[in-house]
């Protein structure tokens, strides 16, 4: 993967050491054990959520509340850098979610914030994604 600088370059917001390894390791041993579930995405036609393998093959670790909470809390605490970098007020944010990607899984290219009339409400809010990669060592791997 290249350095945080790589994408720095295309204006994408990197902390690294945003969680530090311990708690990586803590949420991936809790999200390996923890129940999965197959996850949706907003249909285009229907405007429903539907799981379509075709577009999106992973599923999402059903984490404690004290874990959720701990992300949360942790997404809230950079909130103030997050409005400077994209020069927005941010409010709250979603759930958090831990999503598990097994080998040939995949979401393809898509939007995460849409402002058609159709879509639903907690989509047309969204202003920016947060991604916070949880990978160990290969060595971990």
């Given at each position: 993967m290249p350095p945080a600088s790589f994408f720095e370059k295309l204006g994408i917001?990197?902390?690294?050491?945003?969680?530090?390894?311990?708690?990586?390791?803590?949420?991936?041993?809790?999200?390996?054990?923890?129940?999965?579930?197959?996850?949706?995405?907003?249909?285009?036609?229907?405007?429903?959520?539907?799981?379509?393998?075709?577009?999106?093959?992973?599923?999402?670790?059903?984490?404690?509340?004290?874990t959720e909470f701990n992300i949360h809390r942790q997404l809230a605490s950079v909130r103030a850098r997050l409005e400077n970098h994209f020069h927005l007020d941010l409010q709250d944010c979603e759930r958090p979610q831990v999503l598990v990607y097994d080998i040939g899984d995949y979401f393809r290219p898509h939007t995460d914030s849409d402002t058609a009339y159709e879509k639903p409400d907690y989509v047309k809010r969204r202003k920016i994604s947060v991604t916070v990669c949880l990978n160990g060592n290969d060595s971990e791997a």
């Open positions: 917001f990197m902390m690294p050491g945003f969680l530090d390894s311990s708690t990586c390791s803590q949420l991936r041993e809790e999200a390996s054990v923890a129940t999965h579930e197959n996850l949706s995405v907003v249909d285009g036609a229907s405007f429903q959520k539907r799981v379509k393998p075709e577009v999106r093959k992973t599923k999402c670790a059903d984490i404690s509340t004290a």
